[in-house]
């Protein structure tokens, strides 16, 4: 009788109780290293997955950094109330204030134009730019209307800084914008249609509101009388409201990059797009610190004009540099990557939203607070500003643009600036 063979554990062969069954010892090895193997991926997988989300909260920390420092500057003003503004008997701390709250309002303006331009990639344009246009305008009336209910009344506040914003807007950015644009692809296309509603627009209230005060007769000085007053507010509202509407619905072809520009060259976006919620909640809160920084940021600047007896002009410049800044960056950034048409969109759109709607709010200021306010553009200004807009009419009478038109509208931009200091 054969003895029992002993069950070879090397190949597998186990006895059990309820009798003998082979174990393939080979096939259960790779069982086990297939299940060993599954839990450890499936262990990877979920820290991997937290890691990715963690990753993700901590860069959207970072990029909104700016909200907190901006939230936090606005709430230590508030709290502080006028002391850390009305440092008139201090200039050294007036000084650090103003660069303070000019600081923390340029990184948030940055902020707002990356939210913007990211809303922009989400709805397609002109939605994105009209959205950046009306936040900074939204700024802008703020920082003049507080300025001009601040101390005593300044009456041509308001008029240096809209006629600031014409003459950076349509001179230093438009011909920053077409240098820069230019020396990259020698000539950059745009959509006349669009171009030609701008400029109609832009010309027609810009005359009605900054050149014809000069010579109506029922006021003296560059004035309107109240009835003029309450007719160009209507008349400034009613346009801006057709031209949105040409823009937004009937025509907005019109104010679309042309068929035939080849698409941007920039592989690179620095821009990270998540959910349109997103983006309109962070620009909105962005917006916020902005509004509330730039109230108290007209008052250190009020005072430092009369302080240190600069010319009146010189706020208004410094109040138009500082709302263009989101606009100006974003015209830049387009125009670089072969976009003219949204340059164009964002500069010639920041001007008409200025004459279009912070004029009929300077006025209303005006009219409620009982101040007189002075609309006119007088002596070398005037000159300059009809020979921008006849510029900018012949710049963009044909489809395309270079380098030379570039220059010349800087060379106006530099007039300005030379105008302000001795006038």
């Known amino acids: 009788m054969p003895a029992a063979e002993t069950p070879d554990v090397r190949r597998g062969e186990l006895l059990s109780s309820a009798g003998v069954c082979e174990y393939n010892a080979v096939g259960g090895l790779q069982d086990a290293r297939q299940l060993d193997m599954l839990a450890r ?3 990877k997988i979920e820290p991997s997955h937290q890691a990715k989300s963690a990753h993700h909260f901590g860069d959207a920390m970072r990029r909104e950094f700016p909200l907190l420092v901006g939230l936090g500057t606005a709430a230590i003003f508030f709290a502080g109330g006028s ?3 009305e440092l008139v008997a ?3 701390a007036m000084i650090v204030v103003f660069l303070w709250l000019f600081a923390v309002i340029l990184w948030s303006a940055i902020c707002v134009v990356r939210h913007a331009d990211c809303l922009a990639i989400k709805l397609g344009e002109p939605y994105g730019t009209l959205i950046l246009t009306l936040s900074a305008i939204s700024i802008e009336v703020v920082m003049i209307s507080t ?13 240096d800084a809209i006629f600031a914003v014409v003459m950076i807007a349509l001179n230093g950015l438009v011909g920053l914008s077409l240098l820069l644009g230019g020396l990259r692809y020698r000539e950059q296309y745009y959509n006349l249609q669009g171009v030609n509603s701008y400029l109609n627009v832009i010309m027609t209230l810009a005359v009605l509101g900054l ?3 000069n010579f109506t007769t029922s006021k003296s000085g560059p004035n309107f009388s109240t009835e003029q007053e309450v007719f160009l507010i209507v008349v400034s509202l009613l346009l801006y409201g057709i031209f949105l509407l040409i823009q937004t619905v009937r025509h907005r072809r019109y104010f679309m990059e042309p068929e035939d520009v080849a698409a941007p060259t920039s592989t690179h976006h620095p821009v990270q797009v998540r959910s349109t ?3 309109a909640v962070m620009l909105l809160l ?3 610190a902005v509004i509330f920084m730039a109230e108290k940021f007209a008052i250190p600047l009020d005072n430092s004009i009369e302080q240190f007896h600069m010319p009146q002009a010189f706020g208004g410049a410094i109040v138009a540099a500082l709302v263009l800044s989101p606009e100006g960056l974003g015209a830049i950034r387009a125009s670089l990557e072969n976009q003219l048409q949204r340059s164009i969109n964002i500069l010639l759109g920041s001007v008409l939203a200025t004459i279009g709607l912070t004029i009929p709010a300077v006025l209303t200021i005006g009219l409620i607070t009982k101040r007189s306010v002075t609309l006119g553009v007088e002596g070398a200004n005037l000159p300059l500003l009809l020979l921008t807009l006849a510029v900018s009419v012949v710049t963009f009478t044909s489809r395309k643009t270079n380098v030379l038109q570039g220059c010349i509208h800087l060379l106006l931009f530099a007039m300005f600036v030379l105008l302000i200091f001795v006038p």
């Open 211 to 213: 050149v014809l005060p």
């Open 83 to 85: 002391q850390f503004v």
């Open 90 to 92: 201090h200039p050294a």
């Open 286 to 288: 962005y917006l916020v």
């Open 277 to 279: 919620a997103f983006h």
């Open 147 to 159: 300025a001009m209910l601040h101390g005593a009344n300044n009456p041509t506040l308001g008029r």
């Open 41 to 43: 991926m499936s262990g």
